[in-house]
């Protein structure tokens, strides 16, 4: 079963290949867990490294490096004939259907991704394809930039090789969600299994040798799951760190920090969960502002540095800056806004984010319109504004005109605008977004397919 993304022009999986071989080269932590789960798999694997020391290890069935279990799938793996080998790139890829890249890739002198090895098993791969018949496989799986795999191993095989992506050779990006210490159980049961492909052929042939462990998988482009990967160890980095700045707060309170985080990992129905981690506009409303403010006041007073959450105000402001820049970049004169509470369903105005961008539009004498399912004239707009009066002074100053900048409706809001910002995720909006011409700021992502939303839209994280 596949769910999730599919790229357009992909049909259903319709290719059945027979088990197929696989050459895995760079034997590290990776390759060498992946050499022996495939073969508990029933695959031949064929290990490639440049390290002559882990060659002579696999070829004796021995694991190079510390990791439960990884010994006795690589002893049984040489014992039934299927776990091999080599220094020889070339033999290696020639010699099987599908190779799995995973060599390293270390940090650059100027901080990015060090590709001398990408680049070198690329061009190995190149000349092995040139001599080889029949359609081959090749699938990254270490970290790399997005765009590295099509930008930078493609063009390097097809060189070396003579030959063409997606009709001579199948290219994917299937990123790795091992944990050191129990890789060889998160192999056999992992979290999600995500393939981006070239074709569909080269999709099917990946997803059915996975179809033992995760019949689900998660079918892509290869930007999409080069970028998840960075992003799952980004945010695990983030988990990490947030928690310890928790743990350093609470410690001069005489608080028990692993208490007070035991409780808030039970609510997977907001903290741990995909609520809020959608990009989109900044976080407002009477809660989020004023208790980051207070957590960062409260940690300046014991003298705790937070820098994670006292950067969270600063990230926030930069969402709204990037969007006021973005109604500006337009020149337009006047603008009409679809949304003012903080979020859809709600009068709420407090600390709504948009109304920084109406204030400071309306400072440089742009005409503003406004409209919101939830707001009217009837609303005490002034008495909610007075509760932000020492969080955000300006929008005080807003708060008598913002009345008079309501519309009676979403169309009549939009009729003579030279530009819009959407704030909100409606069918309302969508319907009268969808026939406009005028630029269209959306920083709510309206439209969650790219093909439906009008050309003349963009937003700030898409």
């Known amino acids: 079963m596949l769910h999730n993304v599919v790229p357009q022009g992909f049909a259903p999986f319709t290719v059945i290949e027979p088990r197929a071989a696989v050459s895995v080269i760079g034997l590290g932590y990776v390759g060498a867990v992946s050499t022996g789960c495939l073969s508990a798999l029933g695959h031949r694997v064929v290990g490639v490294d440049v390290d002559p020391v882990k060659v002579a290890q696999i070829n004796a069935g021995h694991a190079p490096l510390h990791e439960e279990g990884l010994q006795d799938l690589l002893t049984q793996g040489v014992?039934?004939?299927?776990?091999?080998?080599?220094?020889?790139?070339?033999?290696?890829?020639?010699?099987?259907?599908?190779?799995?890249?995973?060599?390293?890739?270390?940090?650059?002198?100027?901080?990015?991704?060090?590709?001398?090895h990408i680049i070198s098993a690329a061009r190995g791969i190149g000349r092995a394809l040139a001599i080889k018949e029949g359609y081959h496989v090749v699938v990254m799986r270490c970290s790399i930039p997005p765009g590295t795999t099509l930008g930078v191993m493609v063009p390097e095989i097809e060189e070396a090789s003579g030959k063409v992506a997606g009709r001579?050779?199948?290219?994917?990006?299937?990123?790795?969600?091992?944990?050191?210490?129990?890789?060889?159980?998160?192999?056999?049961?992992?979290?999600?299994?995500?393939?981006?492909a070239s074709d569909e052929r080269a999709a099917a042939v990946v997803?059915?040798?996975?179809?033992k462990v995760d019949p689900n998988i998660i079918l892509t482009s290869i930007e999409v799951a080069e970028m998840v990967k960075y992003v799952d160890n980004v945010w695990h980095a983030t988990k990490v760190t947030f928690a310890n700045e928790i743990g350093r707060l609470c410690k001069p309170l005489n608080v028990d920090s692993h208490e007070v985080m035991n409780i808030f990992v039970q609510d997977t129905k907001l903290n741990l969960s995909p609520y809020y981690l959608k990009p989109g506009f900044a976080f407002g409303g009477s809660c989020l502002p004023k208790e980051v403010r207070a957590v960062t006041h409260l940690a300046e007073e014991l003298g705790?540095?937070?820098?994670?959450i006292g950067a969270l105000t600063q990230s926030n402001r930069t969402q709204v800056e990037t969007a006021l820049e973005m109604v500006r970049a337009t020149g337009a004169r006047k603008v009409a806004v679809l949304g003012l509470a903080f979020k859809p369903?709600?009068?709420?105005?407090?600390?709504?984010?948009?109304?920084?961008?109406i204030a400071a539009l309306t400072d440089a004498g742009v005409e503003v319109v406004a409209h919101d399912a939830a707001v009217t004239a009837e609303t005490r707009i002034e008495a909610q504004l007075a509760y932000v009066e020492h969080a955000a002074p300006g929008l005080k100053r807003l708060a008598p005109k913002l009345a008079g900048m309501l519309a009676a409706s979403a169309e009549s809001a939009v009729a003579g605008a030279d530009?819009?910002?959407?704030?909100?995720?409606?069918?309302?909006?969508?319907?009268?977004?969808?026939?406009?011409?005028?630029?269209?700021?959306?920083?709510?992502?309206?439209?969650?397919?790219?093909?439906?939303?009008?050309?003349a839209l963009c937003g700030i994280g898409w």
């Open 419 to 455: 530009a819009v910002i959407v704030t909100h995720a409606s069918d309302l909006y969508r319907q009268v977004v969808a026939p406009l011409v005028q630029p269209v700021i959306d920083v709510v992502r309206l439209f969650k397919a790219r093909a439906d939303q009008p050309t």
């Open 345 to 357: 369903g709600t009068d709420d105005l407090r600390e709504s984010p948009i109304l920084d961008v």
């Open 304 to 308: 705790v540095s937070l820098p994670l």
């Open 79 to 116: 014992a039934d004939g299927l776990v091999s080998a080599t220094d020889d790139i070339v033999a290696a890829v020639a010699d099987t259907d599908v190779t799995f890249v995973s060599v390293g890739t270390p940090t650059a002198p100027d901080g990015g991704c060090d590709m001398r």
């Open 168 to 196: 001579d050779f199948g290219i994917c990006f299937n990123p790795e969600f091992l944990r050191e210490g129990v890789a060889i159980a998160d192999f056999h049961a992992p979290p999600k299994t995500v393939i981006g």
């Open 207 to 211: 997803a059915r040798i996975y179809e």
